[in-house]
């Protein structure tokens, strides 16, 4: 007799809660870096196959979470496209922009088959605004 697993496999709705929870766990933007005046997240996708995906933009003004998690668009992958650490790189003024491309490590179950690699890359743009200083009178 086989018995039932006592692990729960995680959910496309558990992971989600889970990234609500860090979004509403991280700071502000205000608070992680007081000079910037607005974050702009641009995300192309570049699939394999067409037709692709359509591109998304992110603005995010001071009062926003400083989050940079990011979804895999296909609605049968678990993978979360984390750009938590370039968009750091910018905010601690290090550069205005920082761009590259990476590949979902999300796993995939597409027409009724075992879960496989995603892949899907995306190239993406983090660009910071800084605040003008403020002008003494």
């Known amino acids: 007799m086989r018995f039932p697993s006592r692990n ?11 990234m609500r929870k860090r979004r509403a766990d991280s700071a502000t933007l205000r608070e992680a870096s007081p000079g910037t005046a607005l974050v702009n997240v641009h995300l192309d996708f570049l699939p394999l196959t067409a ?3 359509a ?3 992110f603005v995010l003004y001071p009062a926003a979470r400083a989050f940079f998690e990011y979804p ?3 609605g049968d992958c678990d993978g979360i496209y984390d750009f938590s650490v ?3 790189r910018a905010l601690r ?8 491309t990476v590949e979902c490590s999300g796993m995939r179950s597409h027409d009724g088959t075992q879960k496989r690699a ?3 890359r995306v190239s993406y743009s983090i660009s910071v605004e800084r605040a003008p200083d403020a002008v003494t009178v």
């Open 118 to 120: 995603c892949g899907l």
């Open 93 to 100: 003024h290090e550069k205005t922009t920082v761009t590259g």
């Open 86 to 88: 370039e968009a750091k």
């Open 55 to 57: 591109a998304q933009s």
């Open 8 to 18: 729960k496999v995680p959910t496309a709705r558990d992971r989600a809660d889970q």
């Open 72 to 74: 895999c668009p296909y």
């Open 51 to 53: 037709p692709p995906h």
